[in-house]
């Protein structure tokens, strides 16, 4: 049973920064591209960013290009996202999960970008 379990949210300041990080069991994420979503109030989850199974990056929403970075540690079988210069429009809860075909979904991270 796959588990995703995403950590490192919290409320920051616009300009901040955050680092989430997603541990996921039951997989082995060597094997597969991964990805970071995220769902806004009264929005449907978006794809943010994705990462091929050897690091190459395959993707990052027009919104957070620049801004953000995933990177992943396959020994630990941990997807990461640096989110730097948040914005209060990044305010959303985060997932993790894997890029080419989604897995359950875990609880998720809130991220809140306010002053």
């Known amino acids: 049973q796959v588990q995703f379990v995403e950590s490192g949210g919290g409320l920051v300041q616009p300009g901040g920064s955050l680092g989430l990080s997603c541990v996921v069991s039951?997989?082995?994420?060597?094997?597969?591209?991964m990805s970071w979503y995220r769902q806004a109030p009264w929005k449907e989850r978006e794809l943010v960013a994705a990462i091929s199974s050897g690091g190459s990056i395959l993707k990052y929403a027009d919104a957070v290009k620049g801004r953000f970075t995933i990177s992943r540690d396959n020994a630990k079988n941990t997807v990461f996202l640096q989110m730097n210069s948040l914005k209060p429009e990044d305010t959303a809860v985060y997932y993790c999960?894997?890029?080419?075909?989604?897995?359950?979904w875990g609880p998720g991270t809130q991220v809140t970008v306010s002053s």
């Open positions: 999960n894997r890029y080419d075909v989604l897995r359950p």
């Open positions: 039951g997989l082995g994420v060597s094997n597969y591209p």
